[in-house]
C-alpha cells in the first residue's frame, strides 16, 4: 500500500509555537521531507529540530523548491520534487513535508500536492500558525475587530492599489518595492506597523511607515489599519 | 509586582493544534481565564482539557462576554470583565486568558486588551491557529499560491460586496445571512468550497455554494476561490 504525506506547518519560526500534532507527526514517522536541497539547512528543519530533537534520526529528504522567474524551469523542479516523493510514498512509506507557517498560505508545498494529488496519492494537511498572526501578535494587535475585513496582499506593487477598501491590509512580501509601499501607506493615512524577522533574533519592529528602512528584508509584514478615534 | 496576561489562542477547535507555548504557560501558571460565564463550560476550556486535563486543578476564571446588539452594554460588561482580571493582576498573580482560534483574529479578547493596556497592564499575544486555516486544511485546499491576495470577510451582506477582487475570499459569520450570500457566490462564478463546524463531530464539507444548506450554522467557513483552468 502506498504511504500518505502530511503537509505539515511548522508555524512562523518560534519553535513552541508547532502544534503537538506536528511534534506527534515527526516522532511517529521515519521519513521527514523539507525544502530545501539540504534538509538539516532548511528553516523549517531547525524549527522542528529546536522542538523535537530526535527529528535528526529520520530519514531526511531535502525537495529543492527553488524561487526563480521562469514558470516552466519552476514546474520542471517540481516535478522532480513530487517524484521523489512519491518514490518514498511508493515504498509504503508516509512523509511528514514540514513546512514555515501554515501549508495552505503562500506554501511552496502547494505545488507538490496538486501533482501528487493528480498522480493518486492521499495528501492530508495539517495547519500551522500563519507569519502574519505571529506578526500580529509580536506588534500587540488586533488584526481584526467586530466586522472588519482582513486583506492579505502578497506583492502590493502587482495590484495597483490604494489601499482603500475597508479594513486592515497585511502587506507580504514587500522588500523589492519598499519605497514605492511606504509612498501608498503614507497616502493611505492608515496607522502603520511592522515587523522584521518576527521571533528571530535580528527581529525590528516599526511603528509608522516611516520607520521602516527602504532595504528592510524578505521577512517583513506590514499591518495597516484604518486610523481609528 | 503586578501581574502579567497572557492572551493564548488555543486553536481551532482539534486539541492537537495547540502550541506547546499554549500548553506550556497552562501548566506553569495558576490563574486561567476563559471567555463565559461557567468556565469548564466555554469552548476554550474544553479544547484546552482535553489536552492538558491538569488544568481542571487550576484556578478557573470565567469572563462573561455576551454578544449584544447595544455597544454600550457590551462595553459595560467588557469593563466588568476586565477588572475582574485586573483584581487578579494586582494579587500580583500571571493571568492565562484562553481564547478560540488566534488573539488577534476577531477576539474577543481584544475589547478586554484594550482596556487592560490602557489601566497599564502588561499583555502578551500567543499566536494560535486561526480557523480559516484549519478549515483550508480540511478542504484540502490552499487558501492562496503565488501572489493571490486573501480577503477574509466577516459579514459580507454589510460589505456590498460583488467578490470581484483578484484573489480568494475567506467569508466567516455568514450563517445569519446565507441565502443572500448563496447568491453572491453563485454570480460570482467562483469555485466554492465551505465547512461546518470544522474539526468537530458534526462537522460537514460542502463543495459548490448550492450544497451549503440555508441553515447552516454559526460555525460556517467558506472559501470562494478565482476559477483555474
Redesign the interface.
Known sequence: MKGKIYGV?V??G????????A??LIRENNVIAVPGKEPKESVAYRIAAA?VPEIAQKELVGIYMPMLRDRKLIEEEHRKGAAALEKLLDRGENVVYLTLG??????TF??L?HIL?ADGYN????????SF??A???L????????????????VH??DSKLD??GTYVLM?SASHMAEIKKLLAESGRDVSAVENCGMESEKIYRSADEIPDDAGYFSLIVAKEPHD
Do not use: F
Request: charged content about 20%; proline content about 16%.
Open positions: 506547518g508555524g512562523p518560534d519553535p513552541e509555537l508547532m502544534s503537538l500534532k511534534v506527534r522542538s501554515d501549508p495552505t498560505v503562500y506554501c502547494s505545488y500536492q494529488e495528501v492530508e494537511l495539517v495547519p500551522g500558525v500563519p498572526c505571529a500580529a501578535a509580536r500587540n494587535l488586533p488584526l481584526a475587530e467586530w466586522d472588519e475585513p482582513i486583506h492579505i496582499i502578497p506583492a502587482r495590484t477598501l475597508p512580501k
